[in-house]
């Protein structure tokens, strides 16, 4: 009896010495947290505890992972002789009209000539873009090919989207030749996940047409991330513009 005694004060020695683990989101080390995906900061499971804990792209703030503030938001920000580009100061795409393929240089930048085009968005009311050109528009055959937006992080569309789409659709049907889907993305988050986000929104945009009768072998797609930016600005306005799909012709 004596034996027992002394082996069960022993275990409930050791017990009361270890104690039990704790009880989520309370930890004594980081591996408590590893089934949430979180490090263990101060007693608490936390997203962070240092940029390390991020993924490119993100900074650690308040124990959470936040999108790091862009470098530029003006041209001004860079210096002579560089430009800002989705949030990102590069070298300017210019420094006289000579680089710019018969285009004009502005303040770094090489603007197209008004009479070419890459997609129908780029050139005037009642024209369409053709072979790199803007042409005169057939009114039998002018559909409505302005962007359709996606919401952050988003590659489902909305029923905004969804009803342009349904007008667009008709329109499609009843004009000739192949049109490219081109998938776009704001420059938050790591250039991989971004090109596979814009490969997304490019496929979901296909599969609605061609479910209300577009034939699928008129649409292709491509996703170009977020290296293709309309809007330099670093704002909720100038992201929600980038996040696109253009239909190119």
């Known amino acids: 009896m004596r034996r027992i005694s002394l082996w069960a004060g022993l275990a409930l020695a050791v017990a009361v010495l270890t104690g039990c683990p704790p009880t989520y ?3 004594n080390n980081d591996e408590q947290c590893q089934e949430k995906g979180e490090v263990c900061v101060q007693g608490q499971c936390q997203e962070c505890a240092t940029d390390a804990n991020c993924r490119e ?3 650690c703030q308040a124990n959470k ?5 862009p470098e530029c ?3 001004a920000a ?3 002789g560089r430009i800002c580009e989705a949030g990102k100061c590069a070298e300017a795409q210019c420094k006289d009209d000579s680089a710019c393929n018969g285009g004009k240089c502005q303040a770094g930048r090489c603007q197209a000539p008004k009479d070419t085009c890459t997609a129908s968005t780029d050139c005037g009311e009642g024209q369409e873009c053709q072979a790199g050109k803007c042409v005169t528009a057939d009114a039998s055959s002018r559909c409505d090919y302005s962007p359709v937006r996606f919401g952050f992080n988003e590659s489902t569309l909305d029923s905004s989207a969804q009803s342009r789409l349904g007008e667009l659709a008709a329109c499609i049907k009843a004009s000739q030749g192949k049109i490219t889907l081109g998938g776009h993305a704001d420059e ?5 996940y971004n090109l596979q986000l814009s490969n997304r929104r490019a496929a979901a945009v296909k599969r609605y047409l061609t479910d209300l009768g577009v034939p699928g072998n008129r649409l292709s797609t491509v996703g170009y991330g977020e290296t293709r930016p309309v809007s330099s600005a670093a704002t909720e306005e100038g992201w929600a513009e980038n996040r696109r799909v253009e239909f190119q012709r």
């Open 78 to 80: 860079c210096g002579t």
């Open 57 to 59: 792209g993100f900074t």
């Open 65 to 69: 992972c936040a999108p790091k503030p």
């Open 73 to 75: 938001t003006t041209d």
């Open 188 to 192: 938050r988050g790591t250039e991989e």
């Open 25 to 27: 989101p309370k930890c």
